[in-house]
């Protein structure tokens, strides 16, 4: 029983799964969207922008003792990202015709402004905790980010905005 308790930490899962719940929620109701492709979908990045976001959090750390259960919890993050993207896979095999991402409808300006504000709490609260906000803020990399939004906006037609916008925050991630 020991054992099984390594791997449960209540934070970590209420990180992970919570924006992934609201997500879910949100995405039903604006445009109907399944569970278990957003679970699939959304399960290993949660996991690892928590991960990132501990391993940040552990560069203000001075104790050496405290680097290994931190270290810990930060790995928890990403492995309760894979179980919610495998019960998303998985159950993706129990409908009986595939459904093509091509006739899914988009989703609301409305449900993706509630998703990114409720968790923005959340990831606030968590940078807080990790390294303090300062940490977390790079002038260099909020321009890229802004420059990359922009020229997203400007560039794109209305119908793809927000295909185009998601590819925009990926490409100024890397």
């Known amino acids: 029983m020991e054992t099984f308790s390594m791997f449960v930490d209540p934070a970590s899962l209420v990180v992970v799964f919570a924006p992934l719940f609201v997500t879910c929620v949100s995405l039903w109701f604006s445009c109907k ?13 949660l996991g690892l922008f928590w991960s990132v976001l501990g391993a940040t959090g ?3 750390l ?16 990403i492995t309760y990202g894979g179980l919610m993207s495998a019960l998303g896979y998985f159950s993706t095999f129990n409908r009986s015709k595939p459904s093509s ?10 449900a993706i402004a509630f998703i990114l504000i409720s968790s923005l709490g959340l990831v606030l609260w968590a940078m807080d905790s990790a390294a303090g906000l300062t940490a977390f803020i790079n002038p ?5 980010l802004g420059t990359t939004v922009i020229a997203a906006i400007l560039l794109s037609d209305s ?8 590819q ?3 490409l100024s991630a890397m």
């Open 101 to 110: 991402q091509y006739n899914q409808q988009t989703a609301s300006w409305e």
């Open 62 to 77: 001075t104790e050496a003792k405290a680097i290994g259960p931190a270290t810990g919890i930060m790995l928890l993050t």
């Open 159 to 166: 119908d793809h905005r927000v295909e185009v916008l998601c």
């Open 140 to 144: 260099v990399a909020l321009s890229v």
């Open 33 to 45: 969207a399944k569970w278990n492709v957003l679970f699939r979908d959304l399960g290993v990045p």
């Open 58 to 60: 552990m560069v203000t």
């Open 168 to 170: 925009a925050s990926l």
